[in-house]
């Protein structure tokens, strides 16, 4: 295992491709256009940049690093990887219209890796012309620190597409942990009841989020609240899961937050729109 393209942009993206290029893969970032895909190299150039500065690396590997990070807008530089990462975040319909568009360039051989939870792996196999060739990899937010990667065998994935996914993780310095491909796996349908049940709080009661959120840090030894959390991934992500969750599932008690919607509405998703549920 050589080369890992990332197809998508965004901080799953960028976050993937610096911990692949530590990890002594090359990275083929592919986007809808040359000038995204080059945004998102700056991104990892400037986050390697921060791993010289605390000497998490040394200096005079930085440029070898990035020797090893290119750029494409088309779909046929693929060929060239031996495990082609989905980032895309847009739902399960524009995960499978994707997959449908890159498998004409994707090398026989090759692991194709969705890192959605929202999606049937299972489903989206079938799209490629090579299904059993196709696994979920799950990195759980905030890739930097988590360790866990939940490998999702589809129910057509060979032994050999689970292993390279399991070889791969474990290159990425992360713990892979097989789960069933079940609606929001194990650590999503988790998480989405801790946020949706916070903003239920935050919406029904006199305690402030700070509060709440310090609770939970104590409580359970978290490094960060569950605002802290919804904040960073983004408000329109959680409810998007809730949602996910309370259609495929059918449980009321995914029912998403009133407070959750209300804030969504207003376009208070977090840090990336500068207001969520704290101001930045």
């Known amino acids: 295992m050589q080369t890992v393209a990332i197809v998508g942009t965004g901080s799953l993206s960028t976050e993937l491709g610096k911990l692949a290029l530590t990890a002594g893969l090359s990275v083929?970032?592919?986007?809808?256009?040359?000038?995204?895909?080059?945004?998102?190299?700056?991104?990892?150039?400037?986050?390697?940049?921060?791993?010289?500065?605390?000497?998490?690396?040394?200096?005079?590997?930085?440029?070898?690093?990035?020797?090893?990070?290119?750029?494409?807008?088309?779909?046929?530089?693929?060929?060239a990887a031996d495990v082609v990462f989905d980032v895309s975040t847009t739902g399960p319909e524009a995960s499978a219209e994707l997959l449908r568009r890159i498998d004409p360039f994707l090398a026989p051989d090759a692991v194709v890796a969705s890192t959605t939870c929202l999606?049937?792996?299972?489903?989206?196999?079938?799209?490629?012309?090579r299904p059993d060739r196709?696994?979920?990899?799950h990195f759980l937010q905030p890739i930097g620190t988590c360790q866990l990667?939940?490998?999702?065998?589809?129910?057509?994935?060979?032994?050999?597409?689970?292993?390279?996914?399991?070889?791969?993780?474990?290159?990425?310095?992360?713990?892979?942990?097989?789960?069933?491909?079940?609606?929001?796996?194990?650590?999503?349908?988790?998480?989405?009841?801790?946020?949706?049940?916070?903003?239920?709080i935050l919406g029904e009661s006199d305690v402030c989020a700070s509060d709440i959120d310090e609770a939970v840090r104590l409580a359970f030894s978290?490094?960060?609240?569950?605002?802290?959390?919804?904040?960073?991934?983004?408000?329109?992500?959680?409810?998007?899961?809730?949602?996910?969750?309370?259609?495929?599932?059918?449980?009321?008690k995914y029912r998403p937050a009133p407070s959750l919607k209300e804030m969504v509405a207003a376009g208070y998703i977090g840090q990336r729109s500068g207001r969520g549920v704290y101001r930045y």
Not at 134 to 137: D, N, Q, S, T
């Open 149 to 200: 990667v939940e490998i999702v065998r589809a129910l057509q994935t060979s032994d050999a597409a689970c292993a390279i996914a399991e070889t791969l993780a474990s290159m990425l310095g992360k713990t892979p942990i097989a789960v069933r491909n079940t609606p929001g796996f194990i650590v999503a349908r988790i998480l989405a009841l801790m946020l949706n049940e916070a903003f239920f």
């Open 119 to 129: 999606a049937c792996i299972t489903r989206l196999a079938s799209v490629i012309s």
């Open 222 to 252: 978290c490094p960060f609240g569950p605002f802290e959390f919804a904040d960073s991934v983004g408000l329109d992500v959680v409810l998007s899961a809730v949602r996910s969750l309370h259609e495929d599932l059918g449980d009321p």
């Open 134 to 137: 196709f696994v979920g990899m």
């Open 28 to 79: 083929l970032l592919v986007g809808p256009s040359r000038s995204v895909v080059t945004r998102d190299s700056e991104l990892i150039r400037a986050a390697l940049g921060e791993l010289v500065s605390n000497s998490s690396i040394p200096a005079s590997k930085l440029d070898l690093l990035l020797s090893h990070l290119s750029v494409s807008d088309s779909y046929e530089a693929l060929i």
